[in-house]
């Protein structure tokens, strides 16, 4: 049993607005009024700016801003300050940008008055071990990297990673019961897993560990997304 069911679920399945205009999205949040927690990401963020942002604050709505800054130090803090100001309540950034970075990151968002959580990507979900062996020639197995990435964030500060399901049960035995564990790769057995490559189902993730899913295109892209969240909130549910 996941150590979260005891919490609404509905705040734990985070829903990516994954389209490219403000009007796509805003009709995806109408279609969609039970999500409480959603997630913004690269494309909608340079189409819209923060314009987004203001209008899931204006519906009390909890905010994933899933940027994934990976720069130099400098840079970085900059950016996490910045974007701190939105009061978002989870950030992302790349493990692989360092350790002077991610310390960086976590000294630029404390001045904030409501800092958000900061999470390390440690291995994006649609890279598998042959990816990470030939093509980024890193000679770790797959699950082993995926945890030095997320123990040098908490190491730097970092409240959490994201990493896929099938990492988050040894990350959770090592990083500990407080360290966020954020899971996308999530799909029902029902939907379609599209390009990611490690994947699990929502309740497989949630007992493994996680503290929160991302799940997108089997909701979104449903011809029915309220029958498909619905389906998926009784099924981690039972």
Known sequence: MSRYLSMSVTDKIIVPLDVPTEAAAIALLDRLPDVTFWKVGLELFVATGPTILKELKKRHKKIFLDLKFHDIPNTVAGACASASEYGVDLMTLHATAGKTALNAATEAIAKSPSPPQLLAITLLTSLNSRDL???????????????????LAKDSGINGAVCSPQEVAQLRQVCGKDFVLVCPGVRPNWANTGDQRRVMTPKQA?????DYLVIGRPITMSDDPVMAWNRIIDEVST
């Not at 062996?133 to 123990?151: G, R, S, V």
């Open 133 to 151: 062996a030939f093509d980024l020639k890193i000679p770790l197995e797959l699950p082993e990297y995926a945890l030095q990435m997320a123990l």
């Open 206 to 210: 949630l007992d493994a560990g996680a």
